[in-house]
């Protein structure tokens, strides 16, 4: 509970700091534990993923990458092996652009993006609890 409440300070902060006209980027180190928060939380399910299945990297700048793995036995967040083939989609950007994408703060194509990014759309769009 503490670690969302660190990433919607963050956010908020943010938001605070657009209306002001001088928004900064989230601290390094709270965004890229951000990142990782979203994608094992928020974004991790074991609800049947519903549209094709597909693999979806996710690297930030800073160094840290993560594998999402969308099939019928949900969505699975594993941090990513350096020798893994690529996925079938990779988002790359500093772990507070993919925080601030995440939360709706940035669009997509904001982010370096490679392959098909049409899973990463469809999961943005998906509420498994409906």
């Given at each position: 509970?503490?670690?969302?409440?660190i990433?919607?300070?963050a956010?908020?902060?943010?938001?605070?700091?657009?209306t002001?006209?001088?928004?900064?980027?989230?601290?390094?180190?709270?965004?890229?534990?951000g990142?990782?928060?979203?994608?094992t939380t928020?974004?991790?399910?074991?609800?049947?993923?519903?549209?094709?299945?597909a693999?979806i990297d996710?690297h930030?700048?800073?160094?840290?990458?993560?594998?999402?793995?969308?099939n019928?036995?949900g969505?699975?967040?594993?941090?990513?092996?350096?020798d893994?083939?690529p996925?079938?989609?990779?988002?790359?950007?500093?772990?507070?652009?993919?925080?601030l994408?995440?939360?709706?703060?940035?669009?997509?194509d904001g982010?370096?993006t490679?392959?098909d990014?049409?899973?990463?759309?469809?999961?943005?769009d998906w509420?498994?609890?409906?």
């Amino acid at each position: 509970m503490a670690r969302h409440q660190i990433q919607e300070i963050a956010v908020h902060t943010y938001d605070v700091q657009l209306t002001q006209g001088a928004a900064q980027p989230l601290p390094t180190d709270v965004a890229v534990e951000g990142v990782d928060e979203f994608l094992t939380t928020v974004a991790a399910t074991t609800v049947p993923w519903p549209f094709k299945p597909a693999t979806i990297d996710l690297h930030t700048t800073e160094g840290r990458s993560w594998r999402l793995t969308l099939n019928a036995d949900g969505v699975r967040c594993d941090d990513l092996a350096a020798d893994a083939e690529p996925g079938d989609m990779a988002m790359r950007g500093t772990a507070s652009e993919l925080v601030l994408y995440f939360y709706e703060r940035l669009p997509l194509d904001g982010l370096e993006t490679t392959g098909d990014t049409k899973p990463m759309e469809q999961l943005a769009d998906w509420d498994p609890n409906a």
